[in-house]
């Protein structure tokens, strides 16, 4: 027979399962590389490519010279550079 802790025990796991169920399904999806309509983007020559990220507003490319760190920001349709922040290191 289920006692009344090992009743409490299983509803409790039951509504976390739940929860995350819900939690999961109601998250958006990761953009894609296909929402990015641009086919080249410019980039430093000799610059080294550390990092690259996207979404819909823009796609970011973390870049490594002899001069400095910086984060590239280009437009996803275009490829033009919209931004550019530099990386400064203590």
């Known amino acids: 027979m289920i006692t ?6 299983i509803i ?3 509504a976390i399962f739940a929860l995350l169920a819900w ?3 109601a998250e958006p999806p990761a953009p ?5 309509g641009a086919e080249s983007v ?3 020559a000799g610059a080294e490519i550390i990092a690259t990220g996207a979404t819909a ?3 970011t490319i ?6 400095e760190e910086a984060l590239l ?12 922040v530099a990386i400064n290191r203590r």
């Not at 894609?32 to 990015?36: P, Q, R, V």
């Not at 275009?78 to 550019?84: D, F, K, P, V, Y």
Request: proline share 5%; glycine share 12%; aromatic share 2%.
């Open 32 to 36: 894609t590389l296909a929402a990015i």
């Open 23 to 25: 939690r999961i399904a």
């Open 42 to 44: 410019a980039i430093p």
């Open 12 to 14: 409790g796991m039951g």
């Open 57 to 59: 507003e823009g796609l």
């Open 62 to 67: 973390a870049i490594r010279d002899r001069e």
């Open 73 to 84: 920001i280009f437009d996803p349709e275009t490829g033009a550079l919209i931004g550019r």
């Open 4 to 9: 009344l802790l090992t009743a409490t025990l």
